[in-house]
């Protein structure tokens, strides 16, 4: 059984559907990301998900059980934990209590032991704990977004474009510890990247979103950076799905 | 019950209100302007009005009475009744003074506040209601609490109180009509445009150019003049005036009209001032015939007030009277359509009145159930 | 020539703490709700005639001023969590704008105030006591001396408004609860994503900032008196000194009823016995000063507007 799953889903924003019939299953373990273009809607499925975006058809389930039409916080607290693409860290809080908030209301949680594991992981942040957040940089800013979104010990992690913002060299180590991540903490991970060959490198298997609709399911080591950017533009390059 | 007498002042308190609330709708229907200082305006327009009438007699008079005082009350009896043509002259000279002199004080009020955003501007214009209030109450040259009374009345010379209730119900009709054609040609005008385009997106405006403080601050020129105007109005219509009379509770019953009737829409402005001036003479008249009530119908009434602005917030944002889409901003891009002649309108309301008229009758042949 | 004396001086520290007491509330109201709540009064009057009306029917139990606060407290939490549930929730989830909200507020202001009209007219009738200026019956058991004053009304509300207010600073910045406080008015949506129910952070806001403000109608009623326009007439003040917070720090706040109970008590009274100025234009002051604050320093944070500063125009020099 996979860990996440949303069946036949459409969501988008008021009365407007963004992505359609979405079909997609994460299994433990697994990195799946999913690339596509700018407004191609990976954002939205992301957000819908989450409960944030609104759902118009389908369902979601996590660990077999259905999450669809639940409260945000809810499904947060049932385990999932997600990095959003923008305004992803609360600016008026230091590093700290930005951490502490998210394992708020969580059981079985040592605040103070997962931060200093999380700290171990992100040294870079550690250095800035007393700091508030609206004083980090781009890049200190994205790793407190998954360091936020790992202390409550998800089963699932989304990251929308962690790595936006980051020089080519920060890319690589951030993906790095992603890969890491899934290792030491048993997460599985839904990634939405824009740099293509590394998003192929980290991942075990890719979802490619296009207009609304995913043209293409597989595993990564299958395709090529070519290939991807030409299903971007509309061109059927497998007829596989 | 005196039915007439209930007629004409409810008229006169409803042509006097709805110039205040065409006003307000200028300001916050149109151009997104959330002013909560009505009451300061209207109360500028109702004092200016006094000061300067009651003066003008006494000095035209010879007489030095201070301006409230029993002398001057019971002077203006028998001076505003001596020279018609001079009353109804300080009378028409006044109520446009109240305009400029209003309208400025809106103007200078507003112009520091429009920069900041729309929370500021609500409570700084509040407060400058509050702040003349408590002021006014203390300033004893203008009779601190008690205010000023005696004011001349325009008509003071008829004889008969109902013919002279009557006359200044139309006089009072007369200016609503000027200000309604004013605002309804003002809004549909290119610069109307511009208001609601600051309304939609006060960035974009800017954006394109237009000097969004500016606007704002002229719109609240004329807005605060027309309550202005009101406010000159309900001075010789109640021949005495108080402080307290511009409490903001009443800047919110001039809110409850404009939002029950519908933003942005002159026509929703005067229902909404029926409406709600309807309550007004209604409790005065409960109060009246009741009088051991427990408690106040006064206070049943502002109650509903509150009552009313939650409920059309929460069941009928539009108003009772929805913004015209055609006039509306938008629209204003899109071809125009054919209008809908009048004929093909009477056609698809009779149709409407002769389907509810079976649905009653469908009703009763169901045996009511 | 004394320009103050210590009277004035006392007095305005006793006006601005509780300027301060009665603002901080509605700053933290509208940081975290988004709504500019103008039934805030109305809030600071239930508190002050919950206190009055016990004090008078129980004596035997509410004579207590700890007692009365807390019954206070709880009115106004309760007043302020229905206005919210009632009001403010359902046109959130209507998703309308802070300026929709701020006009509903007003309806829920003029509502509530003359609820209360109407609750004191009827409990006036019957017991039999006019309730339109009246003072809470305490008996002060202990008999504090500070800074030479005696008046027990005075250094009681002295010592709990200060008590108060560190208690706030604490609930805000140390407790749990205050950092999800802090995350909801930061980025709702964010604080929903990291498990927080923003119902349950606001409803608790509204608990707290319902009874704070109720308990700072009961110290004004003890010093001063209570009637149902006496907390409407301090809107004036209370406004701004939250606007020289910028409606969103709670420190400038509580420095903003200070400046305003200044500029209303010790630059009145210097003004006074200098120019002889009338007290009737001691309203002016306070809003003078607000609006020095707003031109000199326009508030752009939570609450400001567009980013318009006042311009200085400067000769273009064509060399
Ligand atoms: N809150 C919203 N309300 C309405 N429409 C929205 C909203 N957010 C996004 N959209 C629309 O949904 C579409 C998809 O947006 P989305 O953010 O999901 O794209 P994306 O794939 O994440 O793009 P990017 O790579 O630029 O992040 C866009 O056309 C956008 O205009
Ligand atoms: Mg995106």
């Known amino acids: 059984m996979p860990l996440l799953e949303a069946r036949n889903l459409t969501a988008g924003y008021e009365k407007l559907k963004i992505v359609r019939g979405i079909n997609l299953a994460l299994n433990e373990g697994e990195i799946l990301s999913v690339l596509g273009p700018n407004g191609a809607g990976k954002s939205t499925l992301l957000n819908a998900i989450f409960g944030v975006a609104r759902i118009f058809e389908g369902k979601v389930f996590l660990n077999g059980k259905e999450i669809t039409g639940k409260k945000p916080y809810e499904v947060a607290r049932l385990g999932i934990g997600y990095a959003p693409q923008i305004q992803n860290v609360f600016p008026n809080l230091t590093v700290e209590e930005n951490l502490e908030l998210s394992a708020f209301k969580r059981n079985g949680i040592d605040v103070k032991k997962e931060m200093e594991s999380i700290f171990k992981l992100f040294p870079e942040i550690e250095r800035r704990r007393k700091n508030f957040a609206k004083t980090l940089s781009g890049g200190e800013r994205q790793m407190l977004a998954m360091a936020r979104a790992l202390i409550s010990k998800p089963l699932v992690l989304l990251l929308d474009e962690p790595t936006a913002g980051l020089s080519p060299k920060a890319t690589s180590v951030l993906l790095k510890k992603v890969k890491e991540i899934v290792i030491e903490l048993n997460v599985s991970v839904i990634l939405v990247e824009q740099n293509v060959t590394k998003a192929l490198e980290t991942s075990n298997r890719v979802a490619i979103l296009v207009g609304g609709e995913f043209v293409y399911q597989g595993n990564s080591n299958e395709l090529t950076r070519e290939e991807v950017e030409k299903m971007f533009f509309g061109e059927k390059v497998r007829q596989e799905l | 019950m005196d039915v007439v007498g209930f007629l004409v002042s409810w008229i006169t308190l409803f042509s006097i209100y709805s110039i205040l609330s065409i006003s307000l709708n200028l300001e916050a229907g149109y151009t997104g302007i959330s002013n909560f200082g009505k009451a300061a305006f209207y109360g500028i327009g109702a004092f200016f009005a006094a000061v300067i009438s009651l003066s003008a007699f006494l000095m035209l008079n010879g007489l030095s009475y201070p301006l409230y005082s029993l002398e001057t009350i019971i002077s203006m009896g028998t001076l505003s009744k001596q020279n018609p043509i001079l009353s109804i002259l300080i009378f028409l000279f006044t109520v446009v003074l109240a305009f400029f002199v209003s309208g400025i004080a809106g103007y200078m009020v507003s112009y520091p506040t429009l920069r900041v955003g729309p929370a500021f501007l609500g409570i700084t214009v509040l407060s400058f209601g509050e702040l003349l209030r408590i002021f006014l109450r203390n300033f004893q040259p203008t009779g601190g609490t008690y205010g000023l009374a005696g004011i001349p009345h325009p008509f003071a010379f008829i004889q008969d109180p109902a013919v002279k209730d009557f006359m200044f119900m139309l006089v009072t009709l007369v200016i609503l009509a000027i200000m309604y054609i004013f605002s309804e040609k003002f809004v549909n005008s290119p610069y109307g445009r511009i208001m609601k385009s600051i309304r939609e997106d006060e960035i974009a405006s800017l954006c394109l150019g237009k000097d969004v403080p500016k606007i704002k601050a002229q719109v609240l020129f004329i807005g605060s003049g027309m309550a202005g105007v009101a406010g000159a109005l309900l001075a010789y219509y109640m021949g005495s005036i108080n402080p307290d009379i511009f409490v903001p509770s009443l800047t919110f019953e001039v809110w409850a009209m404009v939002i029950l009737g519908g933003l942005a829409n002159n026509k929703g402005a005067l229902l909404g001032a029926g409406i709600i001036t309807f309550l007004n003479r209604a409790s005065v008249i409960l109060n009246f015939t009741f009088q051991n009530l427990p408690i106040d119908v006064n206070y049943i009434r502002w109650m509903i007030v509150g009552l009313l602005i939650v409920a059309s917030l929460l069941f009928k944002p539009e108003g009772l009277i929805p913004e015209d889409p055609k006039s509306s901003f938008i629209w204003n891009f899109v071809e125009e359509k054919e209008p809908i002649s009048l004929k093909k309108r009477m056609e698809e309301t009779s149709k409407k009145v002769k389907f509810y008229i079976k649905k009653v009758f469908d009703w009763f042949a169901m045996g009511g159930g | ?319």
């Open chain 3, 1 to 319: 020539m004394n320009l103050i004396d210590l009277g004035v001086v006392i007095n305005t520290l006793w006006i601005g703490l509780i300027y301060s007491l009665m603002a901080i509330p509605l700053t933290i109201s509208y940081k975290v709700t988004r709504v500019l709540n103008f039934a805030h009064t109305s809030l600071v009057t239930v508190g002050a005639y919950v206190a009055v009306i016990l004090s008078l029917v129980y004596p035997d139990f509410f004579s207590n001023v700890f007692v009365a606060l807390i019954a206070a407290f709880f009115a106004g939490a309760i007043v302020a969590i229905l206005n919210h549930k009632f009001v403010y929730r359902k046109l959130m989830d209507k998703e309308a704008s802070p300026v929709i909200l701020m006009i509903a507020s007003l309806g829920s202001w003029i509502f509530l105030k003359y609820l209360i009209y109407s609750v004191i007219s009827i409990v006036s009738k019957v017991i039999k006591k006019d309730l339109y200026f009246a003072v809470p019956a305490f008996r002060y058991t202990l008999n504090l001396n500070f800074l030479g004053i005696s008046n027990p009304s005075l250094t009681y509300s002295l010592i709990l408004g200060i008590s108060l207010i560190v208690l706030t600073f604490v609930v805000f910045y140390r407790t749990s609860f205050g950092k999800a406080m802090r995350a909801v008015s930061d980025n709702p949506q964010l604080a929903q994503i990291s498990g927080i129910s923003d119902e349950s952070v606001m409803t608790l806001t509204w608990f707290l900032c319902g009874g704070l403000a109720a308990i700072s109608g009961v110290f004004w009623a003890m010093f001063s008196y209570a009637s149902p326009e006496f907390a409407d007439s301090l809107i004036l003040q209370v406004f701004a000194a939250c606007v020289i917070g910028g409606i969103s720090s709670i420190a400038l706040t509580i420095l903003g009823g200070f400046v305003i109970a200044g500029a209303e008590n010790i630059l009145m009274s210097i003004l006074y016995n200098l120019i002889g100025l009338d007290l009737s234009f001691r309203p002016f002051l306070s809003f003078l000063t607000l609006l020095i604050v707003i031109l000199v320093r326009p508030p752009a944070g939570a609450a400001g507007g567009l980013p318009y500063r006042l311009k200085f125009k400067r000769e273009r020099k064509w060399t």
